[in-house]
């Protein structure tokens, strides 16, 4: 009976996002979010597990898929086999608990980098929405183990981003916030003072089109940006100190009523924009005061509830999750997206990728 449900439809948790920008490569899952696909080493370790490493041999590929289960969040641990085949190797608790926004059907996190790697550490990090917390885990050996859960400093976080030792989570319930710790080794400590609030006007649980989709750096990393999807339809960017605070307010730039979902960057530091209410890219420059320039009208894929958005290489890949289906665009040097083809290659999924 919500009038706006027709039209952006249930979106399946799921984040993805360059490793070469220092971000999580993931991968759509029913009921399920992906993390990185990653080339992992195993290793001897000190009886610490984590200093004086011996030579290591490769192990392959691995996928990380964290459960989001209210009963008791969990990573899920892949092989990648050559040929496309995952194995399933070892589940890890999280230490937390899944979470499920409202109104929400089967996407009950409704966010992007939910799970990030951070190939410079080999740490995971983990939001646990149900709990309220954020979880570290290391994947130094073959194994990946828990080493530390930390309040997330609010309440329902759902997506998490990481600059070099600064990592900011997004919490999505009621005002919404974002909260910032450093990495002291391979430990989370809280910056005193650096919650930020979004101003929102959620529920707890929030619901799933109104809550925030995603938190990111900017390329360079002085900024830090937070879309509101439905919301304020709204990219809200806050500039980064060299000391790791944000600025008191964010700098706000409206996107119509777009439903700005999940965003990356380019590699000439263009940010590219998922608008799920118009299933389209939609990519901005980056100009002084956190302030936003459009460089493109809203491209459209002609699907549905167009969500999360992966680049690898030249293409930028999209998941439709009302239309059960993945897209793909190109970005030119100016900004502009273009549909791969004309059409995008939309390409059938089961549903709700």
């Given at each position: 009976g919500h009038p706006v449900l027709s039209t952006i439809p249930s979106c399946h948790k799921e984040n993805i996002v360059n490793t070469r920008l220092r971000r999580s490569l993931t991968l759509a899952a029913t009921g399920a979010l992906a993390a990185a696909a990653i080339t992992t080493t195993a290793t001897s370790a000190s009886a610490q597990g984590l200093s004086h490493p011996r030579p290591s041999r490769p192990v392959g590929q691995s996928v990380f898929v964290q459960t989001n289960d209210p009963a008791g969040n969990q990573i899920d641990v892949f092989t990648?086999?050559?040929?496309?085949?995952?194995?399933?190797?070892?589940?890890?608790?999280?230490?937390?608990?899944?979470?499920?926004t409202a109104?929400?059907?089967?996407?009950?996190?409704?966010s992007q980098d939910a799970l990030v790697y951070d190939a410079n550490r080999r740490l995971l990090f983990a939001v646990n929405a149900g709990s309220n917390t954020l979880?570290?885990?290391?994947?130094?050996?073959?194994?990946?183990?828990?080493?530390?859960?930390?309040?997330?400093?609010?309440?329902?976080?759902?997506?998490?981003?990481?600059?070099?030792?600064?990592?900011?989570v997004l919490n999505a319930a009621g005002t919404g916030s974002v909260s910032g710790f450093r990495l002291l080794g391979d430990q989370l400590v809280a910056l005193p003072g650096s919650t930020r609030s979004l101003g929102l006007a959620n529920t707890t649980p929030p619901v799933f089109l109104t809550a925030p989709g995603e938190v990111g750096f900017s390329p360079n990393g002085t900024e830090l940006i937070v879309t509101t999807k439905g919301s304020t339809n709204s990219l809200d960017v806050f500039g980064v100190n060299r000391l790791g605070y944000l600025s008191s307010a964010p700098t706000v730039t409206s996107d119509g009523n777009n439903v700005p979902f999940a965003f990356v960057s380019t590699p000439s530091g263009q940010l590219v924009v998922a608008e799920a209410g118009t299933s389209a890219l939609h990519s901005y420059a980056f100009g002084p005061g956190g302030t936003l320039?459009?460089?493109?009208?809203?491209?459209?894929?002609?699907?549905?509830?167009?969500?999360?958005?992966?680049?690898a290489g030249r293409y930028y890949y999209v998941a439709n999750a009302g239309s059960?289906?993945?897209?793909?665009?190109?970005?030119?040097a100016d900004g502009t997206p273009t549909l791969v083809d004309g059409t995008g290659l939309p390409t059938a999924t089961s549903p709700g990728p």
């Open positions: 990648a086999h050559r040929d496309g085949r995952l194995s399933l190797r070892e589940a890890v608790s999280t230490g937390g608990l899944g979470g499920q109104e929400s059907g089967t996407d009950h996190l409704a979880s570290v885990l290391s994947t130094q050996s073959h194994q990946v183990r828990l080493l530390q859960v930390v309040p997330s400093g609010g309440s329902f976080p759902v997506s998490v981003a990481v600059e070099g030792s600064l990592v900011y320039t459009s460089l493109s009208t809203s491209v459209s894929d002609q699907q549905a509830a167009l969500c999360w958005i992966a680049a059960a289906d993945v897209s793909a665009y190109t970005v030119a």
